[in-house]
């Protein structure tokens, strides 16, 4: 049985649909019925699911509130992953823990390897390095995935907000120099449980791996394949404009480059995400569709 944390979370609820479509043992949990910064909590899990198998969807992802909520993030991004870890340890049981691209600087002008080192801008990205961190001492079984730009059909993400905003703006203003890999629940929820299998039946894979949508875009590009591919649904094609990152100022600050170099996955498991446009697309028309049928129901 794989059992996941932060099941109400954009990954966690496309886990849920993800494995109950591969007919997998699988039980996804919320933060109300577990707070994996809670050691009852996870303790309680364990003995009532017996797992053979943890993931990790649950963080703190509010980057900008992190600045200011830097307790909350800390609880969440680096208490919890470390206890989850050491109650893995106890029931030697594999990990797999999520973090994200947002613990490097940006600095660098190519893809980020896994070995690179971690230099985190912001609170955000301070507390999932050291949630990385302690995961890594306190579990040997353990897969740390960093993944980036998560977007799906679950949840708030940024995908979501541009088609609110294309449905009532004329123009949409969005920072052009930010790179990154928009990646999408469905692939990295197809990655995950394809491995899992693997892991329980004992692989010597552990360590940290990068797993995010094929190709870099900024998110000016993505904003852009978002309008296009909504607009013919919609009939509503609002300009997007690109700005700086000085246009549109955030509380945290963000890596100017934070593409992940994924081939370590890919070498590993033979597993590669689709193309950020072809899942961009997928996602947009779903998205307008299930709100067309919401429509027709309400009218
Ligand atoms: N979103 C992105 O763009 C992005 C980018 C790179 C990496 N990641 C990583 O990908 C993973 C999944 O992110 P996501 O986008 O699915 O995030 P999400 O939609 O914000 O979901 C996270 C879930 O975790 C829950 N949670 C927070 N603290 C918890 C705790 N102490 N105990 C139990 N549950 C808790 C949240 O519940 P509440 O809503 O009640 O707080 C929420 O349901 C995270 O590790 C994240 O850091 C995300």
Redesign the pocket.
């Known amino acids: 049985m794989i059992l996941i ?10 886990l849920a649909r993800a494995g109950a479509v591969r007919g997998l043992a699988l039980v996804a ?4 019925e ?5 050691a009852g ?1 996870v303790d309680r899990a364990f003995a009532t699911h017996q797992p053979k198998l943890i993931v ?8 900008d509130l992190a600045e200011t909520e830097v307790e ?1 993030a800390r ?3 680096e ?2 992953p470390k206890l989850l870890a050491q109650a893995c340890a106890e029931a030697r049981l594999p990990l797999i ?6 613990v490097f600087d940006g600095t660098k002008p190519g893809a980020y390897l896994e070995s690179d080192p971690v230099a985190p801008t912001g609170s ?1 990205g301070r507390s ?1 390095a050291a ?1 990385e961190a302690a995961v890594r001492a306190a579990n040997p079984r353990h897969l740390i995935i ?7 059909e ?5 995908l979501k907000t541009m088609l609110r905003l294309a449905a009532t703006r004329d123009e949409l203003r969005v920072v052009a120099d930010q790179r990154g890999c928009p ?1 999408s ?1 469905a692939d ?1 929820a197809d990655a995950i449980l394809s491995i899992a299998p693997r892991l329980i039946a004992g692989a010597q894979v552990w360590g940290t791996y990068h797993f995010a949508g094929t190709g870099v875009t900024t998110w000016h590009g993505f904003a852009s394949r978002i309008v296009a591919a909504q607009a013919p649904l919609t009939g509503r094609s609002p300009r997007v404009t690109p700005i700086t990152t000085a246009e549109y100022p955030t509380a945290a600050r963000r890596p100017a480059n934070s593409a992940l170099d994924c081939e370590k996955f890919a070498r590993a498991f033979g597993i590669r995400a689709r193309a950020w446009e072809a899942e961009t697309d997928r996602i947009t028309r779903a998205l307008v569709a299930a709100q067309g049928e919401k429509a027709a129901h309400v009218a």
Not at 29 to 32: E, F, H, M, S
Not at 34 to 38: E, K, M
Not at 56 to 63: E, F, L, S
Not at 154 to 158: A, E
């Open positions: 944390f932060g099941g109400n979370g954009q990954l966690g609820q496309e949990l919320g933060r109300a577990a707070d994996i910064a809670d909590a990790n969807a649950a963080a703190y992802t509010k980057v909350a609880r969440s991004n208490t919890g823990h999520i973090s994200t691209d947002y955000y999932k949630g960093r993944t980036a730009w998560v977007y799906g679950f949840g708030h993400n940024f990646t629940t990295l």
